[in-house]
């Protein structure tokens, strides 16, 4: 039951050891990997964080764990994040399969109310994002897009054609 409270002064400088240096190697190979690893997030990027915290926290507490091992972990996971946001840009099949289409779900001051249930959006959320972007009405509102990172967009103006902003846009 003690060592549920403290295990030994060996376990403690191991862990900052091993955290110093693999939060370092995390630092350096997510800056090495470029400015998308750190982006805002869409599911994948969620899951590939998530995999680095977890690794991180392996690393840490688990001492069968070395520290070259995190490292590479680290690596590899950064690695396939690059590999797959390469081919995503490269293919749009990849990228559909990584990404999520950005949906409609107000159009010239209408609700869409398929977007919106297809998409799990209540008219509430969408109303306090138009908010947020100081429009008054729903009617001034051209467009509100649900973002592939799970953000509301919003345009006072809703264009059309091939210059649209909305080019892309499921239910556009």
Do not use: C
């Not at 400088?13 to 370092?24: K, N, S």
């Not at 680095?52 to 840490?60: E, M, R």
């Amino acid at each position: 039951m003690e060592q549920a409270f403290f295990s030994s002064w060996t376990s403690i400088a191991r862990i900052l050891l091993v955290g110093v240096a693999a939060y370092a190697g995390l630092v350096v190979l997510l800056r090495v990997s470029g400015k998308r690893t750190l982006t805002k997030m869409n599911a994948f990027d969620l899951v590939v964080t998530v995999a680095l915290g977890s690794t991180l926290a392996t690393v840490l507490l688990t001492k069968s764990v070395a520290l070259t091992d995190g490292l590479t972990a680290f690596a590899l996971l950064i690695f396939l994040q690059f590999v797959l946001t390469w081919l995503s840009i490269r293919s749009r099949a990849v990228s559909r399969l990584v990404k999520s289409e950005p949906a409609l779900l107000v159009y010239q001051g209408q609700f869409l109310p398929a977007a919106l249930k297809e998409e799990r959006i209540t008219e509430d959320e969408v109303l306090a994002s138009l908010r947020a972007h100081g429009l008054a009405s729903i009617a001034d509102a051209g467009a509100v897009v649900l973002e592939t990172n799970g953000e509301l967009s919003v345009l006072r103006h809703a264009g059309v054609g091939p210059d649209s902003v909305l080019r892309g846009v499921a239910g556009a």
